[in-house]
């Protein structure tokens, strides 16, 4: 490598570390909880979202892995100081109340009787992910013990708590967990066959009124199937975590580490088995009714997801092809979150009606590494130099117009989206 080519490398290495240190620095949370009577440490997504909510904190801890590894440690900590017996961990956990949250209880449908201050939902398991980032920084058996077994409580609570059909994939009972609220293909699952995400919005609402006068008991939950989703992207997201998980065992418990990587070999063999659609070539999530299970066949970019798995090649060159079609996910700025040729299709992006045709940059940051991982480094490369020229325009923002790039009613300076970054530093080592 010539000194000209080192030097431009280790500007804009150091320029894209301060950016994105700065942001995650600024929504920094620290303090004495009066709710929870604990002392916490975490990064909230931005300004407005003042609350830890839990795939969001994986994320961070992953870019703070590259630059504050102490950091990144407290945030998992603080996430899992919660953790309950059984090994759940919450989506939302509230350590302090502000007015508004007083004022305007919207969290009041989604906590349990005995637990005011977090909610009764999961989100996508980064975690597993995020412990390996950290492992990788460290190598500290001793600060990362405690850590890695609550982490390991909280993947074998999925597999015991939230797969009713024993079938190996996760079942998620709200479209909240699923980190996409109003993904379209949780339209169909509530009944609202056109679309109308103010209507889905409404139908949310009713879902978690019902729930909440349950008390969230599971068993209850699932009997009524209101909904019950295998959703692709967070089964896909389960079998990374576990596959992280595992390795990062193998230092601390040899027999754990190997039931880790047979849960996450039986995950992965269910989604390649029971989430392909031969006649469409891409995976869809599937609904439970009933003794049925049903696809739900609108093509997102969850449906994209096991790209990051070992999947057969075939299976591999469809994705990359949907990817790379200007016709399904190739936008000038891509991936948008749900395929353009959709009747469900649009952006939406100067409402709140989320994950409507979108783009955003965590759901970048799988992709690529599925197109990295597949040998479609060209592709890999030209979704960076997309995804970086989104940041340089506009910022770190929580999603973007996929033919404009313009973020219109997102949040600005979104922690998550400062894996942009780890993406364009990778490609930069690559030159």
């Not at 906590?111 to 460290?138: C, D, H, W």
């Not at 990359?320 to 040729?341: A, G, L, N, Q, T």
């Amino acid at each position: 490598m010539s000194r000209k080519n080192l030097e431009f490398k280790c500007f804009y290495n150091e320029k894209i570390r301060i950016f994105s240190e700065e942001l995650l620095e600024s929504n920094r949370k620290q303090g004495f909880s009066r709710n929870l009577k604990m002392f916490y440490g975490y990064t909230s997504p931005d300004s407005v979202h003042f609350h830890q909510w839990f795939w969001d904190s994986c994320f961070h801890a992953i870019v703070l892995s590259q630059f504050d590894p102490s950091f990144a440690i407290r945030e998992l900590n603080t996430l899992f100081s919660v953790q309950e017996e059984d090994g759940f961990v919450p989506h939302i956990i509230l350590w302090k109340w502000r007015i508004v949250d007083l004022l305007k209880p919207w969290w009041y449908r989604e906590v349990k009787s005995k637990s005011l201050f977090y909610t009764a939902e999961i989100q996508p398991p980064v975690a597993g992910m995020s412990l390996g980032y950290i492992y990788n920084r460290l190598r500290n058996k001793e600060v990362l013990e405690s850590l890695v077994d609550s982490v390991y409580r909280f993947y074998i609570y999925l597999s015991k708590h939230r797969d009713p059909d024993n079938d190996g994939l996760i079942s998620i009972i709200t479209p909240l967990e699923s980190g996409m609220d109003m993904l379209p293909i949780y339209d169909n699952v509530l009944g609202n066959p056109d679309h109308d995400p103010m209507y889905q919005k409404r139908l949310i609402r009713q879902m978690l009124t019902f729930y909440k006068s349950i008390d969230w008991n599971l068993e209850r939950v699932f009997e009524a199937q209101v909904f019950d989703v295998e959703d692709v992207a967070f089964n896909t997201i389960y079998v990374l975590g576990l596959k992280e998980l595992s390795r990062v065992l193998r230092r601390y418990d040899r027999a754990r580490s190997e039931e880790i990587s047979s849960l996450a070999r039986r995950v992965e063999r269910a989604i390649i088995n029971k989430m392909w659609d031969s006649d469409d070539g891409i995976f869809y999530s599937l609904m439970s009714r009933g003794n049925k299970e049903v696809m739900l066949r609108i093509k997102t970019v969850s449906s994209l997801f096991p790209l990051l798995l070992d999947i057969p090649e075939y299976m591999v060159s469809s994705l990359v092809s949907y990817i790379k079609s200007k016709r399904h996910f190739w936008s000038e700025w891509p991936i948008p979150s749900v395929s353009m040729d959709e009747r469900s299709f649009g952006p939406l992006t100067e409402t709140r009606f989320l994950w409507r045709g979108t783009t955003w940059i965590n759901t970048n940051w799988f992709i690529w590494q599925g197109l990295r991982k597949s040998g479609e480094i060209h592709l890999a490369n030209e979704l960076v130099k997309r995804t970086w020229g989104l940041i340089e325009k506009y910022g770190f923002c929580e999603f973007y117009d996929p033919f404009k790039g313009f973020p219109g009613g997102a949040m600005r300076d979104f922690g998550w989206s400062t894996l942009g970054s780890l993406m364009f530093v990778e490609e930069l080592s690559n030159l």
